[in-house]
């Protein structure tokens, strides 16, 4: 489930993180990168882009606090598969995000309320796969995977000339495989998102928010499947 849904969701973010930048000249995801924004822009005493940038980490803080408490009442509840609702709340954000590009002119105020969501979308996606996960995957930034997969990398390196349990050896390989596959598949996102920007401008959040409906789909199905009184005794 990690591999399946930390993937999916890995193409996701990496399109939704392009198309913020391609759209709104921000990277939505990119925290590490708006907290040294913030302190480039205070010694520049430019301190409206750092107010933005400050904005954009809240927005996303925001989204993880969010996902944080719907999964967290799922829990309590007995629901199956928790990440649904934040999948899907995360569809309808898109959503109205893409009738507002539509249906408004473009102007500045639009384009910042649009970044501080789409960065609160991505606290809220990132959040709810590393809830589920127990803090092994993370979607909406690489830094972290980069790390996992380096140190893993190195795990398996060792392996080679010092004894390893096969069990635990089995583990490496597996977390190692996860790690790669989730780089790559918000490389893949970022790319698509592009084309997608390119091609389908007024269109591909929609698609997105499609794409989010289809992974939270098996998750409502389950949750519709469970007896009402089996979930108010778990």
Known sequence: MNRQLGSS????AGAVNVLGFMQLGYY??????????????????????????????????????????????????GWGAVYAFSLVLEAV?????GVNFICVSHNPERDRVATFVL????????????????????????TGMLTDLGIEIADWIESFYHKVDAAHLNIIKKRLWLHAQIVFCFIVGGILGGGGYIYFQKYILFIISAILIALATPGIIENARVPVNNKNTK
């Open 119 to 142: 960065s609160f979308v991505m606290g809220l996606q990132n959040a709810t796969v590393t809830r589920i996960s127990g803090s092994v995957v993370r979607t909406t930034h690489v």
């Open 93 to 97: 954000i898109l959503v109205a995000l």
């Open 9 to 12: 969701l890995a193409i996701v």
């Open 28 to 77: 939505c995801a990119n925290m590490t990168g708006n907290a040294s924004s913030i302190a480039l822009k205070v010694d520049s005493l430019d301190f409206g882009t750092a107010f933005l940038s400050l904005a954009l980490i809240i927005s996303f803080v925001l989204g993880a606090i969010v996902c944080t408490l719907l999964v967290n009442m799922g829990r309590r509840k």
